[in-house]
């Protein structure tokens, strides 16, 4: 790192632009989970696509490796530095216009800076919908959304970032922009860069501006809760649903008896939703864009709870009457993790297998685990629609955190990996690579698919200063 | 071409795998619309993917071309040789089984040489879908379908082929298979190379294998046909449509009077839908997967006019009593083309622009072209949900073809696509790039989204042997 550099990069931003200020870099240097702490040598900010293409120029002559950063609350530390203090952190989060929002079109193209929270109330004001939506929405950037593909709730009627971007502004490495913007549905010249840069994590251009596609606002919702005899029956359920009410399925959660028992432990005022327990529990959204649709909600939610019970693919259920109780049936989902937590030290994996093999696997994989590691319980919930289950291992009662999760955890960890990779599931569905399943990726990915991705990326990178480190 | 090279073909095929005799190598060399003429030094029929990868490790190491081919029903000439003949056909026609198909996981996974149409024949015996259709459905393959991101006329409610392949098997350029037939919703373990291979025309990959969504099968239909003042009014009554009946919108198809009037000039047994003629005319599907909703499309449809009447997006309109009128209505649509060619010469083109501007589009390029050109007539209709029109200009009455077609109707085709691409457009909304717009394509395209292309063709084909002088 040679003091030219800064200076030119100093130079070339302003005063705004660049900070090597100890005080300031610092919260920048932690991942959002608090699992590493980098050293950069200074932040940039640039304030628009040209001050990054112009950055980037730079950083290719000084040979100065990059990490790109939006609102640093990835959950695997693919935004946060290394701990040699040669990279610059490149940081989005000034570039934070909306550079137009086409309530016609129903599009708004935003810089990669625009924090989700703000584009979900822009969309609102137009009375439209970004329909993604997550935890961390008050400090995600659009740009490391679409840099991560993230998920979230609603991924099962609208699809993650992926679907919903429709054109796409990026610098590469060699500081040309590629505009990508114009959202086109069809358009068949060549290979689909657009893709080629979602979810690579920052490791083959920077993210600068994205189109994004919007939904109409809602006029009503109808949810409900069944208790179903076993995750087979779920699927069912979910398949049922999609077929009598197409295009209205909005949310599809499942939960097991263990993870309701533990939310009704941990929050005091909660009750069942249903009287007797159950295997396993649906919680089913259904919604509307127009109000003629809306009011028949009910109505459909019934008939489908009905033809799922004559079928015997639930036992019992409830259709929530109000928002408030429909606020409720969601805050029983919401709360499982921290219930879970709660009663103990736990490992956490974000997988998914394909959807139809949900059932089959959680009820193979859940066993084998509980005997393997006795004392362990290991429980399953989430997006049973996606095949995306949050699948936790509880441990045996009286283990200390620390020590259990770097034994046994971390054992426990890679035979998770292991099973999922042998069901032809993925070690990541929604929370990407980054740094922390790196070396998990290069030990259990097709040889074929690690080798065409490192060629894409010495295509795109061949310096390799973009993310160094990350992925792949 | 070496004589070893051929031997050695020939002895990992076998008899039925490798033929060289010029008769049964005739039907192979000429594109489907006769634009192209080729030779080859043999045409490759492997048997599996095992034999595929075989024959490309050693068309690697003899350094031969490759041009990959399925039905041989491409619009744009990519799938046809060149005419210096060192090049060898590898045909993917013999590996046609369907290696499964899920019916509750409503996936299908076949080898690229499977016939649209057996796949159509497939899915209904499952009582399922697959809901991707085109002209040549007799004859176009998987591969082809999926290494052209094939289109057609469901696009709008399902997606063209990108949207349909949840998994992908390819062999790569050094012989490796890249296996992710896998379908999973939700996976972010780095880029996703199922999209890089997705409509690259063979030129990064040969597709041996695809695992595709299926969909219910159409328990109803209601189709419906309304004259409406303008373009922009009926771009409005397609989002009322959307709005009002989420998830039913199959088919959304625009014609001028003009086109209608060719067709009933060309149809003897064909009567005008509407009393009165109206500048633009539309033509709605809504389709129903369960016979319920099915039961009320015909009230979900008398709402949608009801309401565009009310908001004085359309002027007259009427809804299809049967299925044969329904079948009449579609037949008109599905003339249009002979009908406007039996007037005379046309230059046709496949382009798109951002939805939204679709209208305004047509209103400025249709005047232009006829002030420019004194006495063609330019005619737009198709998919404008897609913002995908066929836009043909049609020679002066008494003009000569060939003569035409080279002369004048070159310059027009030169300045359709400039215009296009003004408008941020594409100069190929469905039918890829081929050989036919390589050129227009390094024209016009912008120079960072050519030099990304170009370096991920380097990359994944360093030699440059999988349809060299394709596409890029």
């Known amino acids: ?110 810089e990669a800076g625009v924090i989700l929270q703000v584009l979900h109330e822009a969309a609102e004001k137009a009375d439209l919908r970004f329909p993604l939506t997550l935890g961390g929405k008050g400090s995600a950037t659009i740009g490391g959304l679409v840099s991560t593909n993230a998920g979230g709730t609603q991924v099962l009627r609208h699809g993650s970032m992926r679907a919903l971007v429709l054109g796409l502004e990026a610098v590469m490495a060699d500081g040309s922009v590629l505009d990508l913007l114009t959202p086109l549905k069809k358009d068949n010249r060549g290979f689909d860069l657009k893709q080629v840069l979602i979810g690579s994590e920052g490791t083959l251009g920077i993210v600068t501006a994205a189109t994004l596609k919007l939904v109409p606002q809602i006029a009503g919702r109808t949810v409900m809760w069944a208790g179903t005899p076993s995750l087979h029956d779920a699927r069912s359920l979910l398949l049922l649903a999609e077929d009598l009410a197409p295009g209205l399925v909005e949310g599809f959660e499942v939960l097991p008896q263990h993870s309701l028992e533990a ?9 069942a939703p249903l009287a007797e327990s159950h295997p396993w529990h649906a919680l089913i959204e259904l919604v509307a864009a127009d109000e003629t649709t809306a009011a028949r909600l009910p109505e459909i939610a019934e008939h489908l709870l009905a033809t799922a019970f004559e079928r015997g693919l639930i036992n ?113 569905a929604e929370h990407g690579i980054g740094r922390l399943k790196r070396d998990d990726l290069a030990r259990l990915a097709d040889p074929a698919m690690l080798a065409t991705m490192r060629a894409i990326k010495q295509a795109l990178d061949p310096k390799g200063l973009l993310n160094p480190g990350k992925l792949v």
Chains 1, 2 share one sequence.
């Open 1 to 110: 790192m040679s003091d030219t550099f800064l200076a030119e990069a100093a130079r070339l931003l302003g005063p705004k632009g660049l900070t090597t200020d100890p005080a300031d870099m610092a919260a920048w240097l932690t991942d959002w989970r608090g699992r590493y702490t980098g050293r950069a040598c200074a932040i940039a900010s640039p304030a628009d696509t040209e001050e990054v293409a112009a950055l980037v120029r730079l950083c290719d002559r000084h040979s100065v490796p990059i990490v790109p950063q939006g609102g640093n609350s990835g959950m695997s530390g693919g935004a946060t530095p290394f701990e040699h203090g040669g990279e610059i952190i490149l940081s989005l989060r000034r570039m934070n216009r909306i550079r137009g929002l086409d309530p016609a079109g129903r599009t708004v193209t935003c």
């Open 263 to 271: 939310v009704l432990d941990y929050l005091p005022d909660a009750r």
């Open 316 to 428: 019992d259920a409830t259709i929530a009457a109000s928002e408030d109780q429909a606020e409720r049936l969601w805050l029983i989902r919401e709360t499982i993790s921290p219930a879970e937590r709660a009663i103990g030290p736990a490992m956490q994996h974000d997988i998914s297998v394909p959807v139809e093999k949900m059932p089959a696997f959680v009820e193979a994989a859940v066993p084998r685990l509980e005997v393997d590691w006795p004392g362990t319980r290991a429980v399953c919930f989430g997006h049973l629609g996606d095949g995306n289950v949050h699948f936790h291992v509880i441990a045996p009662a009286g283990r200390e955190r620390a020590e259990w999760e770097a034994g046994e955890g971390k054992a426990i960890s890679a035979q998770v990996h292991d099973m999922v990779t042998a069901w032809g599931g993925s070690i990541s």
